[in-house]
Structures are given as C-alpha cells and as structure tokens.
C-alpha cells in the first residue's frame, strides 16, 4: 500500500497534521518518530516553565474547535477541566503541554514512536522510506523533525559535559552547577528561564557565581499587544511570504520582540530573585548581568573556560572566566541526514534556508504531483510565526489542503489590519470630521 502522506517526526507540527486528517476520507497517512514515546524539548522541561501561547492554540482548535484532539477535551477526557477553569491564569505549563501532545498521540493509529526513518528516497512516483520497521512508500512526504540547536561559530566542536546548549539544559548533572562558576550567553525566554532556574538553588545546591551574557542591549519582554499578534494570522503570512526576500529579512528583524522576547512575568520573577539575592538573601551568589557583550572566542582552561567577550557599544574587550556555560543561543535549520539521498534535489539558499512555496512544500526537481513539506522550516518564508505555536494548525489545514479535499477554510480572512494594498489609493474609504463640526468634548478631572 502506498501512503498519501508519510511524516517524519511526530513532534506538534506533524501531530497537528495527523490530527487533522484523522478522518479524512481518502486520506492514509503514517507518521514515524525516532523517540520511544512523546517527548517535547526534555532538557529544557524545567519547573514551572509554561508557554507562551493561548490554549486555544493547541494541535487543532483554530482550525477545527469540534475536533476531538483540543486541549480543553484532553482536559475534559483526563478529569481536570473543571479544575483548570478555576486557575486565576490558564496558562499551561511546558509538562503538561507534553502530556496532552502524549495524550493526542495515544489516540492516533496512524502516529509510530520508536520506528526511526533511517532514508528516504524517491523512485518512480513515491517517496520510500527505510524505517527500523520496514519499508514504506508515500504520494507526499511532510518533514517535522525540528530545528536544531544554533551553537555559535566560537564553540563550534567545542560542546561537553560542561560547555552545552540549552537544549541539554535538563541533563546537566547537580555537579556541575553546585559551587561552581556558571554562565549563561542568550537573552530570550530560554536564557531567562535558565537564569530563574539556576537562581532557586539554594545552600549547597547553588552555583558559585553566575554570569547572564547577552549580545542585545537589554533583557526585553516579549511583545504580545494584540495588534502585534496580527502578525500571527494566516492573513499576515500570506502576505509575508508574498513580499521579496530582502524585505522579509528586515521585518523578521524589526519584529524579533514578537517572537523571540522574553515573557514579562518571567522577567520580573527573575529581576526580583535577584534583588532578593543581592540584598535580603543570608547567602549571597555574585550575580553579574551583562548585556550588550559579543561573544567572540572561547578557550578551555585548566581551571574551566575562558569567554572573550566585546563590549558592543565600545568594542572594549572583557575576559569571563566559567566553570560551566549554558548556551541558550536558539535553533536553526539543517537539512536532517534521512534526506541526503535528495539532497541534490531540493535547492537550498546561501544561508542555508529553504524557499518554501506558499503551501509549505519546497519546490524541489521531482513531479509536481509528489509534494515535499518541510514544516518549522519557514521563518525566512512565511515569517516569525513559523516556528511557533500559534499558528501550527492552520500550517497543517494548509499542507492538507494541497493534497486533499478538506473541510476547512485554510484561506479565510483573520486579521483587523489590511496588509496588502487591495485598491487604488484614491478609492480606500476615508471619512474625515472637520474640526469645526466635530463632536464637542468635555475635559475630565482625571485626563
């Protein structure tokens, strides 16, 4: 039997995908995870970690609110909606996420853990995959392994026990944190929310000094105003990707703080344990926040590591000298090692970045009709929801959408705002009240 649609990765971006089609008519999809079970960023599941995201925003509630597979019926079905109902604010914590994702995929036939996909090549008119469970062939193929974590050029082969990325965060053992000289380089939510981490190890538990490094100016909040949110519509995607590439870089630039800021109740959190540290504490650890520094060189030492650092603003060069660093330094793309039998098929930019068509499918040199999807692959394309939550589930209705006929609407409009210029200037609606004629205003004692 061939498949419509095989995925590889059974992570939210797929799951959203399975979900969605389950049920479908006509549609037979099988999707392969590496993992025994579901994991969702296990070295980053600290205490208290929560999303950053409404719990609408879940596999397939903006989509389909009747499906089967939302959160609030994950909380109906495991006993606890009355109770998440009461919380003063629903927000949903990092391991309760994974546990609906785990629920979800639980449910779904189609979804196999622990079943690798070791190649994938193209003969004839399918995709066929090698899986540790045996051969399968599909019509299209949907790629949702993930980012990878970005280590940056100064440390490239350098990673250990002691020198690691955020993504392993979780692995760290007690031993390398207690007593001793710990560093952090990255101002965003992961970086924020190891700082806080490392902050409420108390007494012997705790690092000897901890330095938080950032090449930003500040440490800033996540921007999520409501017309900011906008640019998390399928509306503002359409647009975006539509736009030439070299405007599309300078707005994932200008919108960094939408995406990739750090949630404001986690930054006063950690601003305020260190005032605790600082000045109320018993046992003070040095705490030393350094914004604005660039990282350029970093050496191994008898007694640890060296950071080269340089003052952004001036240039001025410091020395950082840390038992242990933390690199929260984010995720990039890379092309997963199952594809290297396409690889000379599908084009890649000089940055290494996909140019996805518009349905998330990369326009690669076999027949139109076997289409290949890369999902969380799209930022330079579609924008900075891509890698996000929000709008996973509209990604899905679109991939489905192009292969099959669907219930849903992937095209319909969202958005309060209007992106593109739709007609001429001179015919937009515009009423204007003259000043003499408008509405006579009272001043307020409290303006």
């Known amino acids: 039997m061939t498949l419509d649609l095989a995925g590889v990765g059974a992570g939210p971006a797929n799951l959203c995908v399975a979900a969605l089609a389950d049920g479908l008519p006509g549609v037979r999809c099988r999707f392969f995870d590496r993992q025994p079970v579901q994991r969702w960023h296990p070295g980053l599941m600290l205490p208290g970690s929560v999303l950053q995201v409404s719990h609408l925003k879940d596999l397939v509630t903006m989509v389909d609110p009747t499906s089967p597979y939302t959160f609030l019926n994950f ?53 066929r995959l090698a899986t540790a469970r045996g051969p399968y062939t599909a019509t299209h193929l949907s790629v949702g392994t993930g980012p990878v974590p970005r280590v940056p050029e100064p440390v490239a082969g350098m990673l250990g026990p002691t020198l690691l990325h955020s993504a392993d965060f979780g ?15 990255g101002g965003g ?60 870089k300078e707005l994932l630039g200008a919108q960094q703080l939408a995406s990739d800021g750090i949630s404001a109740d986690l930054l006063e959190r950690v601003y305020r344990r260190m005032y605790e540290n600082d000045f109320v504490d018993e046992h003070r650890v040095p705490c030393a926040v350094l914004p604005g520094r660039e990282l350029h060189r970093v050496a191994s030492t008898v007694d640890g590591w060296r950071l080269d ?13 840390a038992d242990t660093v933390v690199l929260a330094t984010g995720y990039e793309f890379r092309l997963p090692e199952f594809l290297r039998p ?28 076997n289409k290949l999807f890369f999902l969380n692959a799209g930022r330079h394309s579609h924008g ?45 609606p515009h009423e204007t009240v003259p000043y003499e004629t408008a509405p006579h205003r009272t001043e307020s004692a409290d303006r």
């Open 75 to 127: 909380l109906a079905r495991t006993g606890r909606l009355y109770r998440f109902a009461s919380l003063p604010r629903q927000v949903i914590t990092r391991r309760e996420y994974e546990s609906y994702l785990r629920w979800v995929a639980g449910t779904l036939p189609q979804v196999r853990f622990g079943c690798a996909v070791e190649e994938v090549t193209f003969t004839g008119d399918a995709f």
């Open 171 to 185: 692995y760290l053992p007690a031993t390398s944190v207690r007593g001793r000289r710990v560093a952090v380089v």
């Open 189 to 248: 939510q992961s970086g924020a929310e190891v700082v806080e981490h490392l902050l409420g190890l108390a007494g012997d538990a705790a690092p000897r000094e901890l330095t938080w490094v950032n090449r930003r100016h500040g440490f800033q909040p996540l921007d999520d105003s409501p017309f900011t949110n906008e640019w998390f519509h399928p509306d503002y995607v359409r647009y975006f990707h539509g736009l030439a590439p070299a405007r599309r």
């Open 309 to 321: 650092l340089a003052q952004c603003d001036t240039g001025a060069p410091e020395t950082l000298r």
């Open 342 to 369: 396409l690889a000379d098929r599908i084009p890649v930019a000089s940055d290494g970045q996909l140019a996805l068509d518009a349905d998330y499918s990369v326009p690669w040199d076999g027949p139109a009709g």
């Open 384 to 428: 900075i929801a891509d890698p996000n939550l929000s709008l996973a589930s509209w990604r899905a209705a679109t991939v489905l959408s192009s292969i099959a006929d669907t219930p849903w609407d992937a095209g319909a409009t969202t958005s309060t705002s209007r992106w593109a210029s739709t007609v001429p200037h001179e015919t937009v």
